[in-house]
């Protein structure tokens, strides 16, 4: 007699916001970079997807994927790669022990929410494709590690293999043909650096008009900049930025950000035809992050923007009256903000001279996100569908 249970697992998984840039591949049909990267997992707290993997062999019909209570197709390449490696695994242990039940074989119904706007430039599928692979995993009670998992996490999105690890990450792009030296890597954890603070500016919650996929491919055809960034630059700023890191230099880290962030859109400006990730809102953020490294006399405050227009700003814990108060001095009716109000940056007037810039934050940001170094991916007993195997409906921010 078939077994109707349905069998669930629930994980949520953070969004990561590269320092060392991921853009280009030397394998697409793998998804193999040509650079490595690193990035910062940020708190679960402020950016998550929460997944539900679930299975019984009375479900029929395809795979599917409920998204934000919209239903998703997975019979890409990538959500293929994905699937098929993950019931590899399963059915490795099922022929070893015969008696555990034939989940590599049925039906998968998966769901999955964002707390943060869907492909809108805030790394959504890397969080997506970490908490998917994650759900199924331990749905399926592999026994593979993060880092083994990320190997196919990285199928599905590249830089959803960084977050299947938390704190500070990198994507080793590896040399052999095949991938399995392209997985990621824990530099430092939350513990060894865990004052970094990052606050988004959320400009835009549309979806971004080129893709990353897209995008990096013409640039890999197209840009002049991008094989001297790509083989001599970012090797050099991987080995700078663990560095930086290890000896919680915020000021080495900051520059760095900064840099390689202006290398990456200079890569994508230098494509033909050029890509416009930033816009003006863009350019107004960096320029105010300029003005408060100018007032503090160092860096202390450090932008990045990945392929969409929203800024993200690191800083560390001591800075950020320094850093928060004077952007709220402008975006203090924003939604997004914690604790009590601070006005005392319009007193000190950080903007002075600069009235076009604080109109543009002020017109051109939607909404910001505090948030923090954080942990990876982590087992929930909520569930997103019931024991029926019916998704559960959920409120969608």
């Known amino acids: 007699m078939a077994d109707p249970k349905v069998y669930r697992a629930s994980t949520t998984a953070p969004v990561n916001i590269a320092v060392i840039k991921y853009w280009g591949k030397r394998d697409a049909a793998l998804n193999l970079p040509t650079n490595s990267s690193l990035s910062v997992t940020l708190s679960q707290d402020d950016l998550r997807t929460h997944t539900t993997a679930s299975c019984s062999s009375s479900f029929s019909g395809l795979d599917s994927l409920l998204l934000n209570n919209n239903y998703q197709p997975l019979d890409s390449p990538r959500s293929a790669a994905c699937l098929k490696a993950l019931r590899a695994l399963r059915a490795e242990l099922e022929a070893q022990d015969p008696s555990l039940p034939k989940l590599s074989e049925w039906t998968l119904r998966l769901a999955s929410t964002n707390n943060f706007p869907t492909g809108a430039g805030l790394a959504s599928s890397a969080a997506g494709f970490a908490a998917l692979v994650r759900a199924i995993a331990t749905l399926y009670s592999l026994p593979q590690s993060p880092t083994n998992l990320s190997l196919i996490a990285r199928q599905g999105s590249g830089s959803a293999c960084r977050s299947l690890l938390g704190g500070y990450v990198a994507w080793d792009a590896g040399c052999e043909a ?65 560095d930086a890191i290890a000896g919680r230099d915020f000021e080495r880290f900051g520059r760095l950000t900064m840099r390689d962030s202006n290398s990456f859109h200079a890569c994508c400006l230098d494509t033909e035809p050029p890509i416009f990730y930033l816009n003006d809102v863009s350019r107004a953020a960096i320029r105010a992050v300029d003005v408060i490294n100018e007032k503090a006399g160092k860096i202390v405050a450090a932008y990045t923007f990945d392929a969409g227009p929203n ?21 203090g009716d924003k939604e997004g903000w914690k604790g009590a109000t601070m006005s005392a940056a319009r007193s000190e007037g950080f903007m002075e001279g600069f009235d076009a810039v604080e109109e543009t934050l002020r017109k051109g940001i939607d909404r910001v996100i505090e948030t923090q170094v954080g942990e990876g991916p982590v087992n929930v007993q909520e569930h997103l569908i019931d024991e029926s195997g019916k998704v559960v409906e959920v409120n969608v921010p």
């Open 178 to 242: 095949d991938g399995r030296d392209s997985k990621a890597r824990k530099v430092a954890p939350v513990e060894h650096w865990p004052e970094m603070r990052a606050l988004v500016l959320v400009v835009s919650a549309e979806k971004k008009k080129v893709s990353s996929t897209s995008g990096m491919q013409a640039t890999v055809a197209t840009s002049s900049l991008f094989k001297t960034r790509a083989e001599t630059v970012v090797p050099e700023r991987m080995r700078e930025m663990e």
């Open 311 to 331: 800024a993200v700003i690191y800083f560390l814990k001591k800075d950020g009256h320094s850093v928060i108060s004077r952007f709220r001095a402008i975006l």
